[in-house]
Every structure is written in C-alpha cells, then in structure tokens.
T-cell receptor, first 113, second 112 residues
Framework: AQSVTQLDSQVPVFEEAPVELRCNYS??????LFWYVQYPNQGLQLLLK??????LVESINGFEAEFNKSQTSFHLRKPSVHISDTAEYFC???????????FGKGTRLHILP | DGGITQSPKYLFRKEGQNVTLSCEQN?????MYWYRQDPGQGLRLIYY???????QKGDIAEGYSVSREKKESFPLTVTSAQKNPTAFYLC???????????FGEGSWLTVV
C-alpha cells in the first residue's frame, strides 16, 4: 500500500526567500503525485500534479515540483515566496492501479515579513 | 452550479449515538471519498468508492460505514464504535484514477 511522508510540520521563511517543502512516498507500483493547498479558512485545492512525462511540473503561481523516482520524492519549491503563500500544503499519492488517494500530514508554510 | 455538497456543516451528538453525514455531487464523478482531518494528522482516508455499489476501506475505517447506492451520493455513518469521532470530515470526488479530486466544504462533528 502507498504512503506519504511530509517531514516538516511547519516551515517558517522570510518573504521573497526561496522555500522547499519535502515529500517522500512509498509504493510498489507506478504512482501519480499531487500537491494540494489549503489557504486559511478555505477548502483544499489542487496546486499541481505529476502523472507522466516531464518530471518537473509547475503551477500557475510560481511553485514547481520534481518527481524523483530513485529517491521516491516529490518536493515542492518556490524561488521567492509571498505573504499570500501562507497556507498548509499537502502532498498526496495515488497508485496507477486504482482510485485510492493518500495524503501526507501537511506542512504549514509561515511567511515572515 | 456543479460541486460537492456536504450536510450538515455542524453537528452535535451525544456519545453512543450513530450519526450520518451526507455527501452529494453533481459532477458526474465515478470516484468518491471520505477523509477525516485532525490537527497535525493531515487527511486520513476513511472509505472510498470507485463505482456504484462498491466501496473500499481506507486507513481508518473502523467505527465508520458507507453506502453507494447512487452515483451522486456517498453518505458516511459514524457509529458508536468509533472511539474518537469528534473531527472535521471531508467528502471528495474525482473522475477517476490520476485525476484531480474536488472537495466539499466539510462537516464538523462534535460528540459530547
């Protein structure tokens, strides 16, 4: 069965600094990988996903994530964060053989002024 | 408007009572999910269903039950066997494998 590990429960970072949110997964078959974001007092929404093809995927608001099969990772990065990026970020994994989707425990991104 | 509707938004129940949370979607999605969100625990999968009349246990199914008699509906019953039922419950749906899942606004259940 698949599993997801987000090692950092909270990440503080200064505004305009780069950030990396770590995600590792385990699975015995091929996977689909997702990052979801939950802004304060809002529901979860998709940020980006990897299904196949290029291992680097991007979102419309400057985040990117790279699928690394050998390290079983899908870390989320942004070169320069903004106060509006304050949110909780969830990594999720789905095995290609069925619809089961497992989420990590989430990482709270705190942007410091 | 298309989306996922969960009801009620807030629910209070006495310990020992069963309670059913409603989830309806008009997105024509085949897959539906129930998650529980607790602080510091992320989202934990309770049950999921890939097709009508079929559902699978997630990681924390004990004390919960579901049904999928219609494509658009996936109600969750929190039974008295659930040891710690007070939580925020999220219903979600998806077209299928590898596709984006969409979430409802959630239901807060408090058991006293």
């Amino acid at each position: 069965a698949q599993s997801v590990t987000q090692l950092d429960s909270q990440v503080p970072v200064f505004e305009e600094a780069p950030v990396e949110l770590r995600c590792n997964y385990s699975s015995s078959v091929s996977v689909y990988l997702f990052w979801y974001v939950q802004y304060p007092n809002q529901g979860l929404q998709l940020l980006l996903k990897y299904l196949s093809g290029s291992t680097l995927v991007e979102s419309i608001n400057g985040f990117e994530a790279e699928f690394n099969k050998s390290q079983t990772s899908f870390h989320l990065r942004k070169p320069s964060v903004h106060i509006s990026d304050t949110a909780e970020y969830f990594c999720a994994v789905s095995e290609s053989r069925d619809d089961k989707i497992i989420f990590g425990k989430g990482t709270r991104l705190h942007i410091l002024p | 408007d298309g989306g996922i509707t969960q009801s009620p938004k807030y629910l209070f129940r006495k310990e020992g009572q069963n309670v059913t949370l409603s989830c309806e979607q008009n997105l024509n999605h085949d897959a539906m999910y129930w998650y529980r969100q607790d602080p510091g625990q992320g989202l934990r999968l309770i049950y999921y269903s890939q097709i009508v009349n079929d559902f699978q246990k997630g990681d924390i199914a004990e004390g919960y039950s579901v049904s999928r008699e219609k494509k658009e509906s996936f109600p969750l019953t929190v039974t008295s066997a659930q040891k710690n039922p007070t939580a925020f419950y999220l219903c979600a749906s998806s077209i299928g494998t590898g596709n984006t899942i969409y979430f409802g606004e959630g239901s807060w259940l408090t058991v006293v």
